[in-house]
């Protein structure tokens, strides 16, 4: 699946940008890693870093990316990095959304019925994207995870890394229609379904919130730990 597919656009910017299989791999990598630099974008894909400067501006060109500036905490010149630029939600994921909302409020509507629905979509969901190895490692299940909820979010990252554990941060809730309204239900659905595509991959887990978009925070973090 095509970034024009997951945001439900067909600019030709976009087209483009993603028909060089190197800018769609350095795409995925920001999407892994956050935020980087020109010379780390180099190191990490092997490539010449003005060749690697050449593929970020044609993917901020095209929306799929932003720059922003980092302080270096010796002084000196800013750093310049670039990362991910949030996806849009599609009409069909907004108008499910509005019919949700409107469920809770006009029915005798039960969370827990709800997390089971949330948790099996992400099962299903997983399945789709399961890694193709027997006894897939954490890491490899953590990609396959990224590359899962990229179906609901365009603006899903690995915000930091443990052993048996990682951060999510999502700056675009998946369930923004009725995070306002009903907080507890938007986070509850979120933390269910990320459990569901886990355990599609083999993997027993919880998720634990940081941050939420629901609750007033910028951006939604969550830790999705191995249970020991």
């Not at 997951?6 to 087209?15: C, H, I, R």
């Not at 949700?100 to 789709?128: C, H, M, N, Y």
Request: proline share 5%.
């Amino acid at each position: 699946m095509t970034m024009a597919q997951l945001t439900g656009e067909s600019d030709p910017k976009v087209a483009k940008a993603l028909a060089t299989p190197t800018r769609a791999n350095i795409l995925e990598l920001m999407r892994v890693e956050g935020p980087l630099t020109t010379k780390e974008v180099a190191a990490r894909s092997g490539l010449h870093p003005n060749v690697a400067r050449g593929h970020l501006d044609v993917l901020v060109d095209a929306g799929l990316a932003t720059v922003r500036w980092r302080r270096l905490t010796g002084g000196g010149r800013p750093a310049k990095l670039y990362e991910t630029a949030p996806g849009h939600v599609e009409r069909g994921t907004t108008l499910v959304a509005d019919m949700l909302a409107t469920l809770i409020e006009q029915t005798g509507f039960s969370l827990e019925p709800a997390r089971k629905v949330a948790f099996d979509t992400g099962d299903r969901l997983g399945r789709r994207y399961r890694p193709s190895s027997e006894h897939p490692t954490f890491d490899e299940q953590v990609l396959a995870l990224l590359r899962a909820l990229s179906e609901v979010s365009g603006a899903t990252r690995i915000a930091t890394r443990g052993e048996g554990w990682v951060e999510v941060e999502d700056r675009d809730c998946p369930f923004r229609g009725i995070a306002q309204a009903h907080p507890e239900v938007a986070c509850s659905l979120d933390k269910a379904l990320k459990e569901g595509i886990m355990q599609a991959f083999g993997a027993d887990a919880y998720v634990e919130q940081v941050t939420s978009i629901a609750w007033g925070d910028d951006v939604c973090r969550e830790v999705v730990r191995i249970r020991a």
